[in-house]
């Protein structure tokens, strides 16, 4: 790959400079716009140093002495650059100013800039900026890679300037291979190796983008909801233990609220007002994405919270809700789900879907109103469930067909 190298020699001041005093001159190596900077070991007084040339003014043999070492310098950086160039060797700034020096320049590796995320994202988990699902995907991340250099490598890590086209290629290959990922799986992995690399460019370890030109394609998802039908079912249902009962409770509230399991979990009493309707509302802020959330309650949602108002959980922990933990809540869901006579996997993720469909765009909520109550901060997330919705389509259509029979009647009859 063609660079730009630029060679220039400039003097630097130091902060307590007195006028008269001589300083040292220094050289900038930049290569592509980056740069890299060291000491000559000369220095002269301001005076006598012309910024255009880089060169010291006079005939003095002292000067000559001097402009000769700094041509010197300039030569030596030249043809590093060359031989670089002919050995096919990766050219930045730094690695021409290490090669001058005899020092090698510092390298880094794939798993050392996992390692470096990871544990900055672990620290922030323990502060709630992020969700321990999304450190535990680039723990599987960290696991993947270990796995495809040892296959496909026969290596324990790779220099981070070592990735290119093939090795995500290779990457991709394998996932969908080895560890039998979906398309939509795989692409996950490599959004999520795309972050680190992002973090080698901006950390300078690499000048280059691997995965430039490099386009993830996913597949449609089906995203499964229940109908209306369905939601009654597991209403009107009454289990023969408080644990089933319970577990009910709480998935129908988020499917009357939209919210997840985490901002159940953190909803206390003082998130519930009064709304601009007089009505009670909830009012908080989500915890994916912190974006603030003003959600009318429903009847449905609203006598949970009622029947739980008294719990000795909720008083002693400042909770709207006594939430088990969010395993146990899917094993019981499963429990659930089979009682009702429904074949769907029943999750959070089910129920914010039916909340976005059965509960609210089905039944007229326009989507700017839903995407809100969501807390999504783009509307083309909220758009993704409205396009499952072919009932709705239908229903929306209905008035129009209706429209247009009553036109072709109307034409025969004349």
């Known amino acids: 790959m063609r660079t730009n190298l630029s060679v220039l020699f400039f003097l630097k001041k130091p902060k307590n400079y007195r006028q008269g005093n001589p300083c040292f001159i220094y050289l900038r190596i930049t290569v592509d716009s980056v740069r890299s900077e060291m000491s000559t070991g000369r220095s002269c007084d301001p005076e006598y140093w012309n910024s255009k040339s880089g060169k010291v003014v006079g005939n003095r043999e002292e000067i000559r002495t001097i402009n000769a070492y700094l041509e010197k310098m300039r030569v030596d950086i030249f043809a590093i650059y060359t031989l670089m160039t002919v050995e096919n060797l990766e050219i930045t700034s730094e690695s021409i100013k290490c090669r001058y020096l005899g020092k090698e320049e510092k390298s880094h590796t794939l798993l050392e800039a996992i390692k470096v995320h990871n544990e900055k994202m672990d620290a922030l988990v323990e502060k709630e900026e992020y969700a321990k699902g999304t450190l535990k995907r680039f723990e599987v991340l960290e696991r993947h890679i270990k796995d495809y250099l040892n296959v496909s490598y026969g290596k324990n890590d790779i220099n981070v300037k070592n990735i290119d086209h093939s090795f995500i290629d290779g990457f991709d290959h394998f996932l969908h291979v080895n560890k039998e990922n979906d398309t939509n799986t795989a692409n996950k992995h490599l959004k999520n190796l795309k972050k680190i690399v992002s973090i080698c460019r901006r950390y300078k370890w690499i000048t280059t983008d691997p995965f430039f030109g490099h386009v993830l394609k996913s597949k449609p998802v089906h995203r ?165 919705l072919d009932v709705k389509v239908s229903r929306d259509m209905a008035p129009l067909k209706k429209k247009y029979t009553e036109k072709d009647d109307i034409s025969e009859a004349s």
Not at 239 to 266: H, I
Not at 279 to 298: G, Q, S
């Open 224 to 388: 499964e909801y229940l109908t209306s039908d369905e939601l009654q079912k597991i209403t009107k249902r009454k289990f023969s233990t408080e644990r089933l009962s319970r577990v009910r409770d709480f998935f129908l509230f988020s499917c009357y609220t939209g919210l997840s399991y985490a901002d159940v979990q953190k909803l206390r009493p003082s998130d519930i007002g009064i709304g601009v309707d007089g009505e009670r509302w909830i009012f908080a802020y989500r915890k994916k994405t912190d974006t603030r959330a003003a959600i009318p309650l429903l009847p449905i949602a609203t006598d949970i919270l009622d029947r739980y108002h008294d719990h000795p959980y909720c008083a002693n922990n400042d909770r709207a809700l006594p939430i088990s933990s969010n395993q146990k809540m899917n094993e019981y869901l499963i429990e659930i789900a089979a009682l009702c006579g429904i074949n769907k996997i029943l999750g959070n993720r089910i129920a914010k879907r039916t909340f976005a469909t059965t509960v609210t765009l089905m039944n007229g909520v326009p989507i700017e109103s839903v995407s809100k109550m969501l807390g999504h901060t783009n509307i083309r997330t909220t758009q993704l469930y409205a396009k499952v």
